[in-house]
């Protein structure tokens, strides 16, 4: 599938070759991550550049796809010309999305072809079994943290100490690293979306926001839950916790293949403000994640893309009220052939901590 992606790209700019540079690309090719490289794709062979940090472990690699040849660089450019020569490639083309001005300057100035740009942002959206099966396993990791986290959480811990606790845990079950830095908002903090976890200590009757996610084999997780600490007493984040709830649910089961990704936060948006909440639900609906924890495609008023079989998307809607605090609730959807599927544990209704 991503040969044939790249060979539309060629045909659509009557290229001969792809030179993919950003490491997301990169590795959503070859499987094979390294901070720096080079992949110089053709419809006949494709080839990986890497320098003397990499190279054992690239021709060791037992995940390695789709590289026919493995080059170690010094002198790179002066490698890549090579090939250019040896296949008679007249136009390259390269990801204008990823590359700096610099970056493009030293490609035109030293590389012998014809550069030209392409924004490579939606490539990536279609995944296919393996890459669902990869998201799949960091979702499930982080349910099993979800579930330690419940576990663990008492009155009188600090954000940060709950936070701290999720890095460990995803660690411990079989996580290689975060997928973003954890959110912890507990009380009159969970009216920052984006709040960064702090010294307050969490009490009786708190509404906690814990976002979070993992990578598995180069996959993310991202998964929203609010839970409450003691007792649910506090009945306006109670009625807010429901109403989210409930417009998730809607945006859920309206994904399908054909349904624009605006029609998804629509939905829920227009619920939320049906309910008088409209000014404090203030970010889009859900974006897609695959290699990148945001990448195409996008939830949200700004969404153009259409969604189709294979897109993993979130859908993430939230209220957030000024010193009293806020809700959100998240999950992965995968969208199949007639609709969608969970790749999060849908277990959404609100967990009353003891």
């Not at 490609?107 to 099966?133: C, G, H, P, Q, S």
């Not at 180069?218 to 600490?229: E, I, K």
């Not at 293949?257 to 619920?271: F, R, S």
């Amino acid at each position: 599938m991503k040969k044939e992606l790249l060979n539309k790209v060629l045909e659509e700019l009557n290229a001969d070759a792809i030179l993919l540079y950003s490491p997301q690309n990169r590795y959503w090719f070859s499987r094979f991550n390294s901070s720096l490289g080079y992949v110089l794709y053709t419809k006949e062979k494709s080839y990986l550049f890497v320098d003397g940090r990499y190279i054992t472990a690239a021709r060791e690699s037992d995940m390695l796809t789709n590289i026919d040849e493995i080059i170690e660089f010094g002198p790179v450019y002066k490698l890549i010309n090579e090939k250019i020569k040896q296949l008679n490639i007249k136009t390259v083309v390269f990801e204008s999305d990823w590359i700096f001005v610099a970056q493009q300057q030293s490609f035109e100035k030293n590389l012998e072809a014809t550069m030209v740009t392409y924004n490579f942002e939606a490539i990536r959206m279609i995944k296919d079994e393996w890459e669902v099966a990869q998201i799949k396993k960091a979702c499930d990791i982080t349910h099993q943290v979800f579930l330690e986290v419940l576990e663990f959480t008492k009155p009188g811990m600090s954000e940060l100490e709950i936070a701290r606790f999720v890095s460990d845990s995803f660690l411990k079950n079989g996580a290689s690293k975060l997928s973003f830095d954890t959110i912890v908002a507990s009380g009159p903090n969970g009216s920052k979306p984006h709040a960064v976890p702090t010294d307050r200590k969490v009490q009786l009757g708190d509404f906690i926001t814990l976002d979070m996610g993992c990578y598995y084999n180069g996959y993310c997780s991202d998964q929203t839950r609010t839970f409450v600490l003691g007792n649910d007493d506090n009945q306006k984040l109670k009625e807010i916790y429901q109403i989210v709830y409930e417009a998730q649910t809607l945006g859920i089961e309206a994904i399908k293949p054909g349904v624009d990704c605006l029609t998804i936060h629509k939905i829920c948006y227009d619920y939320i403000e049906s309910k008088g909440y409209g000014q404090y639900f203030t970010h889009g609906t859900g974006h897609g994640l695959g290699i990148e924890i945001h990448e195409e495609p996008y939830n949200s008023a700004a969404g153009n893309k259409t969604l189709a079989p294979g897109m993993c998307v979130t859908v993430e809607p939230g209220i957030y009220i000024p010193s009293i605090g806020g809700v959100r609730i998240e999950d992965d959807i995968l969208v199949t052939n007639d609709g969608y599927q969970y790749l999060t544990t849908p277990f959404r209704e609100l967990q009353i901590v003891k």
